[in-house]
Structure formats: C-alpha cells, structure tokens
C-alpha cells in the first residue's frame, strides 16, 4: 500500500505545490490571442469551464506572462486543447523550443475564428471567447471568457500532462 505524504500549511512552498498539482492529469491547451505586436499566446495548463449556461471558459495568466498583455488589448483569447501529435506546438509554447513572440506559431496550422485570435487549425476543441472579467490573486490574473465560438473534432487523441511531462494520448500514461 502506497502512503501520501502530508505537508502542512505552513511549510507549502512553489515545489510541494508544484509537484501536488503535477499528480493531475491534464490536456494540454495553448491559449492565442492577436496584439498590436501580432499573435501571442503561452502554454495554459489551467484553462478550464466556468459554467455551460452562459458558455464561459477562465485561464490563468502569470502576471509576468507576454500574452497577458495581447489578451487585455483586444480583449479576447482563445483555449485550444492539443492533439497528441502537436508535442511541438506545446513545447514552443512553453519556451522549451527557444521559439518567443510570434515565432511560437511557426509549427502548425493557424486560422481564426470570431474574435481574431489565432487558432490551432488541428486542435482537438477551442474556445473563442472574450474577456468578460479579471480577477487578480497572487501572481496571477484569472481571466474569465465569454465563449462566443467554438469548433471541435470528432477524432484524435489528447497530449496530456502529467507529473511535468508531456503524454501522447490517453493510453499513453
């Protein structure tokens, strides 16, 4: 039998965090956004559903983050959930491809759906939303979206992330 190990309050440091949250499983999405300087966007593992009734989607943003500034702008971005095969548009979009500004979108397809932010033609689903609120907490803005579009595919598989690596399909972990 396995044990947890338990940390308390006061002794919850980025790391214990970190690597707590690290036990989710999560599909990878790249949040987009068009800027005055041209398309931006970052790797948003914390994309997730606010409610269907309206259609609302939230991301978090580092505050330190390039793309925060593209999605106040124009007030809008787009959550693209990546196929397994997009290990390359994941990793420019987390910095690890040496890919910034509107390099990042060298791999892959892009197209745009209602607001101008661009959109991974191959994605599994995307949102396209604009910004209804921003909430600040900590080092974060919480950026909530109204979904105005959305466009999905009826196949494929996930890129995941789990425990700060990248997996090919939901078989692939």
Do not use: Y
Request: with cysteine; charged share 15%; glycine share 12%.
């Amino acid at each position: 039998m396995t044990s947890l190990t338990v940390t308390s309050a006061n002794d919850i440091d980025a790391r214990a965090f970190w690597t707590t949250l690290g036990q989710r499983a999560t599909g990878m999405t790249v949040v987009t956004a068009d800027s005055d300087d041209g398309p931006t966007g970052f790797l948003g593992l914390s994309a997730a559903h606010v409610t269907a009734s309206p259609p609302t989607m939230l991301v978090s943003v580092d505050r330190k983050t390039s793309a925060l500034a593209g999605i106040m702008s124009r007030r809008h971005f787009a959550v693209n959930f990546l196929p397994a095969n997009a290990v390359g548009v994941a990793d420019a979009f987390a910095g690890k491809a040496g890919l910034s500004g509107a390099a990042r979108f060298t791999p892959g397809e892009w197209c745009v759906l209602s607001t101008g932010a661009p959109v991974f033609c191959d994605a599994l689903g995307v949102f396209d939303c604009v910004v209804d609120e921003v909430l600040q907490r900590g080092d974060v803005s919480i950026v909530i979206g109204r979904v105005v579009a959305v466009a999905s595919r009826a196949d494929g598989d996930p890129l995941i992330f789990f425990r700060g690596k990248s997996h090919a399909g939901v078989g692939g972990l």
